[in-house]
């Protein structure tokens, strides 16, 4: 079967750093992304990585080791707009992406 | 640029009545394009499908079915519906085979 795994809910503070942690089983594997979705709103493209280790774009890291089938999204700098559901996705085949749950950030001032 | 629309945005229909969704995308050519339902605090489930005019594939059986008649037109629709097919209905637009996805504004369904 296949089976994502991320954190129901997370709560991190402003200007602080948060790491969010997405453990997969899939049956296979082409790639893992991460994506952004704001309450009512349609998730949104982070990043992605099928290479092991650190892809860095600003603000926001991923990383990801695919012999542990362990991905994170690493968010420095927190801003109050970064409260969203965090996705974690893999490709076992092609054109299908298998999602999880999503894991809801909460920031507070 | 590309651009990806959905209508409408909120739906609200009862049990039994028939359902249509439609997916257009601008700005790109033979995109792939893909059917997912989210349910209330849940992953994305995929629906369907498409990488091309006519070709359809369906990942879970159940009431709904997806058509494709022109390259970047993409249709949702179910004879009738269930309580069980509510939920926000995202349709989503790709190239290639393992590339990021780009998502519509979706729809609310709610079934009563």
């Known amino acids: 079967g296949q089976n994502i795994d991320q954190p129901t809910e997370m709560t991190a503070t402003e200007g602080a750093i948060v790491q969010i942690n997405c453990t997969y089983q899939?049956?296979?594997?082409?790639?893992l992304f991460w994506y952004q979705q704001h309450a009512g709103e349609a998730p949104t493209f982070l990043s992605y990585n099928v290479l092991d280790g650190l892809e860095e774009k600003g603000r926001f890291s991923s990383f990801l080791s695919r012999s542990k089938g362990y991905s994170y999204l690493l968010l420095k700098e927190l801003q109050m707009k970064d409260s969203a559901s965090y996705l974690c996705?893999?490709?076992?085949?092609?054109?299908?992406?298998?999602w999880g749950a999503g894991t809801k950030l909460i920031i507070k001032p | 640029s590309q651009t990806i629309h959905q209508w409408p945005a909120t739906l609200v229909q009862p049990v039994g009545s028939p359902l249509s969704l439609e997916c257009t995308v601008e700005g790109t050519s033979n995109p792939n394009l893909y059917w997912y339902r989210q349910a209330a605090g849940r992953g994305l489930q995929l629906l369907f499908y498409?990488?091309?005019?006519?070709?359809i594939s369906s990942e879970v059986p159940q009431n709904l079915s997806a058509s494709r008649p022109q390259d970047r037109q993409f249709i949702l629709s179910s004879k009738k519906l269930l309580l069980s097919d509510s939920g926000f209905y995202l349709c989503?637009?790709?190239?290639?085979?393992?590339?990021?996805?780009?998502f519509g504004p979706g729809t609310r369904l709610t079934v009563l």
């Open positions: 996705a893999v490709f076992p085949r092609a054109y299908q992406l298998i």
């Open positions: 498409s990488v091309g005019i006519g070709q």
């Open positions: 899939t049956s296979g594997f082409n790639g």
């Open positions: 989503a637009w790709t190239t290639g085979t393992y590339n990021e996805q780009f």
